[in-house]
């Protein structure tokens, strides 16, 4: 790490510590189980957005810390991967593809409302994106807490059986291009 010592600073090995510590006391014990189950258990979420893991990287008013900061996301993810299981790192890191559009892009009102819940860890954030006039799938959808979806263009996004959703899940979002987020898509 010594050739690039100059980008990190002081606070990012306080960020590198304060992961590391995370995945030592709240990965490491399950992820054996959690990887024979194909499966890791939704708290996890909760646990990390509680460490300020989720907010890295985004804005202090809405939850985050490090805003803009690209080194303590990159010392996170590192000590992240010590846990020596890419799904669980992509798994938590979901709302880093889905989360930025929303915050750059949506009303403030959406803005407010939809990521401290996903900085929190009490929802879930993913991207969805598609060929216009492609319907996607999620065939493994089962009864989980809300997981919201962003769709951005002329995209319909929907499960494969809308009832195999729990009822608080979005089944399905269409945003037209060039169109905000609706206040319904957080459920």
Known sequence: ????????????????????????????????????????????????????????????????????????KVAASEELMRCGSAGVVAGLGSLDIGLPPIVKWARPEIRARVAPQVL?????????????????????????????????GSVAAKPLSPAACAPTTTPWLYVPAGRALPASACC
């Open 120 to 152: 929190s860890g009490e929802k879930i954030m993913a991207l969805a994106v598609t060929e216009p006039g492609v319907v996607l799938t999620w065939p493994a959808c089962k009864p989980e807490p809300c997981v919201m979806a962003t769709v951005i």
């Open 1 to 72: 790490m010594s050739a690039y010592q100059e980008y990190f600073d002081p606070s990012h090995q306080l960020v590198r510590d304060s992961v590391r510590r995370f995945v030592e006391r709240e990965i490491l014990p399950g992820i054996e189980q959690w990887e024979e189950a194909e499966h890791f258990p939704r708290e996890l979420y909760l646990k990390a957005g509680a460490a300020g893991i989720l907010g890295i990287g985004y804005p202090e008013a809405l939850g985050g810390s490090h805003e803009g900061d690209l080194f303590a």
